[in-house]
């Protein structure tokens, strides 16, 4: 179409600007600050509290008591108030990497499995481990699942589209906060779900809340359940956006059906086949609504809610570890698009 | 779009049909559930004793003298004050989706139109940024919001749903525009239109699928989420979310179930009619938009 | 249907609008209040009755359940969001910790006649917090299934236990006995209450050097989990309201569970046996002791520190209205265990009456106590479900509190 001028193709840094400023602006100011301080403070522990004993009285009697020296303690806080430097010391700890425990299970556990025993048995790890099966698991049903609603959807009638499309992504849109809670309700083993499951397997015993592995894969399942109409939502979008005379052509050569999918509508979304799976991992990754949701908190633990736990459980507020847990997210996830990215990157390089 | 010429064979269809309502029973089944239990007393659609209580109405016949009951509703809007935060989410969402997508759609078409290398990085960046969990930013935000005394309003909290919400927004309209032919703006450039005119009049305009959802999923953002409304915003202005959670009550205290219930109810209603709407919208963007490309 | 709703809409926005008028103004000129608390009923309840108080005041609430987050920042910035913070013998630490709140002796003196000395908690000589409400974990029990059964009602653990066995072995139910085991806050609760009961100390003395891990924690584990062997096997999931559902669906006999939770067991709604047949007596003893196993609480309010005096005064003013108010107290009388003169006790307070009776000792309010208390919740889980030792399971918590103490600055 027309003829390519190299002058144009490529936009000027100042056009770029003015377009990219407003957001550029909102993501700086209310996320990459907050980071680069998050991180600051991850750096960071509280000073020592200098504790003194006092007489407590309250309603129920008068006792011996501990509070925190405030005339000593105000001093210290006042001219450091980002506190104690403690380098890379919350990430090291027991609660985080463990590295010192772990060197210790090493010399002191007779076989490997013992060993990786010890290690699952740190929070961290333990979040590790169901955090990556979690993504393991539902990250591609996600896609799959997502896509052959979309091409389903796709070939139905226009007129009764609508509410199809509703009943498809009510799982996503209604609060998660709530939508699992009805559902924890209908998968107790005297709920509607649970009850059948019991009857259906013949086990009257069965409850899908008492062990881990039933707690994780029912967990897995309403990750699926809950994401699925994300990128259906996504693929159908792009799927209107495929050209009509390229698929007109192919039904004329003769293509199956299967072949057109394969070669002309992967190729045309594939941009979006990109993103989606990018923010699947990434949400996945994240996983922590459906921990609160099923009260899993027992059997399944992810990273997401160990910074929850410091942040938000506690009656002291652990900033320092959140913050640490929240910096090794952050890392996790950078690892774990790296391949996604680097393709993104060649693409990128070839688009020029 | 429909494949016009595509002669699908009887077994196809019956597949397609088979696994759409499958799907669709799938997907929809808690919620017609939820939406049945709406109607009836905690106790009958929260038993243990045995989930039939849920269709038979045992206890809702014993409380109120009939199977159906619109207690829940009437109480959750009244004296649950569930109207004043419908009326939050809606000034929320309504500002954080136009906000969100106008500087979206600036950013992204930029990002998607610039091949130098600080358009890669800065693609990676927002990813990177997305990738911070919430609960931490807005642990964050708190002291200096309050020390600069913005917390508790509405202004605020749209203003951090849309700065949270921009990195998704950036990426999904990013890889939107990509689809479009860069061919389309190039030949409105030799035209002699500025890039802001080529944006605005060739560009949008085939955009429409793309814009919708990425509105769509800003809209879900500001309408479900729990932990910005929550810590930021004061009484008076809490949305509808951290409301939903008021009535699930506290570890020592009762809270009102069915009030919940029935407010996920009343709060999915709208969200039907959008849905309804604006999928008419994409198909229509899509004809506008095939037309061109 | 639609018309009597419309009527409901606008007669509560007609009360919004005007109802307030109708308390009793206490004279208050100037100054403005902003009070943060939980969510529920009994809280609103007192924060309604302070409002009536305001005169010209600017008066604003905030009902969260995200209050403890929001508190110390809020209470930090200088002026503070909030010129008071209803707190409970927990949630306050922290703001001791940090030095948010200010002392009310002054205040107390001037405009808090009526106000109980009892109600007033003092910390190194100086009123920190005023309470209003109690509340402590006990006992209830079905009194027609003990009567059936021959069982007394049980007065320790042990016997909670043998009669949950005889209960089961009689086929009546399978899982008889109930507590709010959910992993996190609410079992680290029922360790905390179990290890007191056996006269256990968290902290070796003066320190904040954890010290469970001894006969006494590994005897409240092993309690715990002979307990948890008679609960619904999902217990690890359940919360108060969980267990509540399960007593009220008549699966379980014996129970323990908050006393302000009592409300809606005694009420009319639901099955009229079960109700007739629910009965509270005071918390359980357990190893002999005399202490009960359970910890009493308060809520009560602190003032702001980094807010103007005048505004403090004005606060101080109308919170204490409530908390010396007999109108409320008796309006109110089912919402919570109030510790307001003119309270009379009904069968709903029993449990919390009982315990402090019994010498139960209130919830430890030591600067260090939330991290112990977020380290057990998370960390005894794996002992109940039996993949570790009793021993293990106490070392891994007293690691998992070092760490965190030390990030905190207490070791």
Redesign the interface.
Known sequence: MGIKSPLITLMPNKTFFWFFLPTGLAMILFIGLPIISTGIQSFYAQHDQVVKEVKKCDPFGCTVSIVVDQEKTSKIREEKPLGKFNGFGTYVDRNHLAIEEIGKFWNETNSFGEFVDQVTNLPFYKALIFTLTYCLFVTPNVLLLGFIIALSLNAVTRRIRGPLIFGTILPMIVTPLVGSLVLFWMIDAEGIIGANLQMLMDDPYLSLKSSKTLTWITIIIYGIWHHSPFAFVVFYAALQTVPQEPVEAAIIDGASRWQRVRHIVLPHIYPVVTFVALISLMDNFRVFEPIIGFSAEGSAQSLSWLIYDNLVNEEVILFGSAAATSMMTIIGIAILLAPVLIRTWKEFRTAR | ??????K?SNA?KIF?TT??IV??L???F??I??FW?SFK???D???????WY?ITAF?TLL?TGGKFT?DA??QA???G?F?KASRNTVIVTFFVVTISL???T??A???S????NY??W????????????H???V?????PF??L?I??ILPTTI??L???N???T???L???F???????D??A??DGCS?FQA?RHIIMPVMW??V??AG??SL?LA??D?TVT??LL???N?T???K???Y????????N?MW??SA?VS??AP??ML??FF??Q??S??TA??VK? | MRETNMKKILISLLFILFGTSVYADCNIKSGSINILANDFPALRTFVETAKGCKGSADFKVTHSSEHNKIAVPALTANPSEFSARIAANSSIVPLMNQDLIRPLDDLVKKYGKGIQDSQLITIDGKIMAVAFMANTQHLYYREDVLKELGIAVPKTYEEVVAASEKIRASGKMQYPYAAAYKAGWNLAEEFVNMYIGHGGEFFKTGTAQPSINNAKGVATLNMLKKLAGLSNPDYLTHDSEAIKVEWESGNVALMTLWASRSGTLLDDDGDAKITAATKLTGPATVAGGNIPAATLWWDGFTLAKNRSDADAEATFRALAHAAANKKMVADAADQAVWLIEGFKPGPKSIGVIEAVKMKAKPYPMLPQMGLMHGALGSEIVEFLQGKESAEQALKDVEAAYMSKAKEQGFL
């Open positions: 779009m429909e494949y016009g010429l595509d699908r196809l397609n696994f759409i799907w669709l799938v997907a929809c808690p919620f559930w939820t239990g007393v905690r106790a659609f929260f038993s243990r004793a045995d989930w849920a206890n409380e619109t509703y009437s809007w009244t004296e004050e109207w106008f500087l979206g600036l950013g078409y930029a990002l139109r610039s091949t130098r358009a890669f800065i693609l990676i960046a927002a990813l990177i940024f997305r990738a911070m969990p609960i931490t930013l642990s964050g935000y708190l002291f309050f020390q005394q917390w508790g203003v951090v849309v700065a949270i921009q990195p998704f950036l990426w999904l990013y890889s939107f990509k689809t479009v032919p860069k061919e389309l190039e030949s450039l030799i890039y944006f699928p793309g919708i959802t769509l999923f879900m309408y479900n729990f929550a810590l004061n009484q008076e809490h509808m979310v951290p939903i959670q008021s699930l009550g506290t570890n020592q205290h009762e809270g179930l919940a219930v996920v709060a999915t969200l039907f849905v309804m999928q008419r994409v198909i963007g899509l938009g095939a490309g």
